[in-house]
């Protein structure tokens, strides 16, 4: 780990963390509502990347406490126990880590911006417009997770009317 340009900087993304922090809590910011938003997206932004890396620490000290009662343990089943539990915490250490290359990516600029998607039902008759019902509902649910706002702006449907003819 260290060494690593990414945890490297970590540390300073912490301290700028813990300094917004306290900035949230100042007066002189509260009063001005446009610093206040700033110092607040920043803080929220921010907040997930300093999650993952205290989480990330916190695993590199229990697998060293693990480690050291592998050494220090005779009994064997302790011993099983502690490897075992290594083993886990290796795991989930992987697993915070890739979280974390992943939420320290560059953010796209068009991110913070909105969207407008066009379902069509196209050619193939009833078939195409069940699949567009499917693909809006999972679109639907898909934004749903992420806690974005939809508005659908239009909306059409075709009403099949079927006749039953009289036998003449």
């Known amino acids: ?3 690593e340009p990414m945890f490297e900087k970590l540390g300073d993304v912490e301290r700028r963390y813990e300094t917004l922090s306290h900035l949230l809590g100042q007066p002189e910011v509260i009063g001005k509502q446009e610093e206040l938003q700033r110092v607040a997206k ?4 921010l907040g997930r990347v300093v999650e993952l890396y205290r989480r990330f620490r916190r695993l590199e000290e ?3 406490q693990s ?3 592998l050494d220090t343990e005779e009994d064997e089943e302790m011993k099983r126990l ?3 539990e290594v083993n886990r915490l290796l795991e989930e250490k992987q ?3 890739e979280d974390l290359r992943f939420t320290l ?3 796209d600029p068009n991110d913070e911006k909105n969207v407008i998607l066009e379902i069509r039902a196209g050619t ?13 509902r999972m679109y639907s649910k898909f934004a749903e997770k992420r806690q974005w706002r939809i508005e659908v702006l239009d909306r059409h449907t075709r009403e099949w009317a079927v006749s039953k003819r009289s036998s003449p």
């Open 1 to 3: 780990m260290k060494g």
């Open 42 to 45: 920043e803080f929220s932004e």
């Open 62 to 64: 229990e697998i060293q």
């Open 67 to 69: 480690r050291g009662l």
């Open 82 to 84: 502690a490897k075992d």
């Open 95 to 97: 697993r915070v880590e």
């Open 105 to 107: 990516l560059p953010k």
């Open 124 to 136: 193939g008759g009833d078939e195409a417009g069940l699949f567009a019902t499917e693909l809006f």
